[in-house]
């Protein structure tokens, strides 16, 4: 073989044994880094209008939900777009089904 040849195997042969190597990484970076998420936060998320509109004083529902898991939140009544389709109630009652942790109902109130 000549030598252009054998740069071109040798450049393969190496990008694909470092391509082993950050994969073994990433692997193992994954499993040690991993952080658990709570559920309770998309699922708040999901039964709220989903309108972004920021007039709970939240960044977006997301945000709202986050406050509301929490514990942050001061009331469920604040999301302007859902209080006619009943959100605070629903929230409050998957609160109730979905305690924390530690075994507690998030005291938020509908108000």
């Known amino acids: 073989m000549n030598n252009a040849v054998m740069t ?7 990008l694909g044994v470092l391509a082993i190597i950050f994969g073994l ?4 970076a994954d499993k040690y880094l991993h952080v658990e998420a709570d559920t309770r936060i998309e699922d708040i998320q999901a039964i709220l209008p989903n309108a972004n509109c920021g007039a709970c004083g939240y960044p977006g529902c ?6 509301i898991v929490n514990g942050e939140a001061t009331s469920l009544s604040s999301c302007k777009p859902g209080l006619k389709s009943g959100c605070p109630e629903k929230i409050r009652a998957y609160l109730d089904e979905h305690p924390n942790q ?3 109902i998030n005291p938020i109130k509908v108000k």
């Open 8 to 14: 071109i195997v040798w450049s393969v042969v190496l």
């Open 102 to 104: 530690d075994g507690t």
């Open 25 to 28: 990484g990433l692997a193992i």
């Open 62 to 67: 997301a945000g709202y939900a986050e406050a």
